[in-house]
């Protein structure tokens, strides 16, 4: 509601008679911008208020506004708040934080842009080399990265994190993975022993078979829990991973199996009597898996037991995906047994309930008569 009464009058004079100075100033010969700046607005309802912009010499915002906790505070080097900088993932000063960062699932360009500027900012750069691996060795990354790597086996991530973490209080140190860095939760230890050390740390995200898989042509949010299928030896041959698939499968969802890497292991021997003497790195095959769950098939139709997986259950067996030559095979159980998808990484899907888009994608990479045994359990759901 506007204002009456003398008050407004007066106002109103003063705004007139400030326009009038500024309109002097202007024309003016001898116009001075210092001067002009001197003059004020006689009205302070016009004035910016509280919290406003309030423009200056060096185009700062309000002090208010700047000193307010999680805002940016300029400075000449450009950083953020310093209590921002604290935050375990947050942005930290340089100098100052542990990288986890993935690095993909083909070779050494996968990695991304923010994961290859946080490499050349850090003082010691570790590769996690038991998890997983790449279709390239640790000199290419190295040449790609322009960094030396130091190999992060088992026994070091494990029982020497210390190391790892050695100084990364007061420099960059970066722990390199192949995938995405939580794809283990090895990984995740690692994490909590920084925050209980006070290290900030910040995780870059990459892609990891975990969901590079739906390339097979199964759809990620039919997927139940994944399961790992190990080596078999003479004195232990553990089941459990099938009694999962079934669970899965009961519940019409599919399974993704990780299949087992033997990298720098002791045999029983050597373990034994103390000597640092490796096996021959391992990695499984479909085909080793699927002999494996074939067996244990068998055994329990043996027993009498209801199975869940037969030799005809439809299966996809993947190889180095995210590599220039990967592989991607649908086939039935018995016909992995014989199927060479070449050199690691490996992979296996056991299918659930499948709907028809589905099964029009298992035809592209399908073995002939590797979706014979499917049938219909409704007009959009089929299953082996």
Known sequence: MPYSGRSSETTRESRKQFVNEQIELVLSVNFNPTEVQQHRDPDPERRPRPGAENPTRSGDTDPERRT?????????????????????????????MLYLIGLGLGDAADITVKGLQAVKSCSRVYLEAYTSILTVGKEALEEYYGM????????????????????????????????????????????????????????????????????????????????????WTDTWRPESFYDKICKNRTAGLHTLCLLDIKVKEQSIENMMRGKKIYEPPRFMTVSQAADQLIQIIQRRREEGAELGVTENTVCVGVARLGADDQRICTATLRQLVSC??????????????LHPLEVDMLRVNAEPNALEHLHMLDSSTYCS
């Open 148 to 231: 030396e790597l130091i190999l992060a086996d088992r026994d070091l991530v494990e029982q020497g994190a210390d190391e790892i973490l050695k100084d990364a209080d007061v420099t960059d140190v970066a722990f390199l993975v192949v995938g995405d860095p939580f794809g283990a939760t090895t990984h995740s230890d690692l994490v909590l022993r920084a925050v209980h050390a006070g290290i900030p740390y910040k995780v870059i995200h990459n892609a990891s078979i975990m969901n590079a898989v739906g390339c097979c042509g199964l759809q990620l949010y039919n997927f139940g829990e994944t399961v790992s299928l190990v080596f």
């Open 68 to 96: 307010r906790p999680g805002a940016e505070t300029p400075t000449r080097s450009g950083e953020p708040d310093p209590e921002r900088r604290t935050r375990p993932g947050a942005e930290t000063q340089a100098g100052n």
């Open 340 to 353: 060479d998808l070449g050199g690691p990484l490996h992979s296996l899907v056991i299918t659930g309930q």
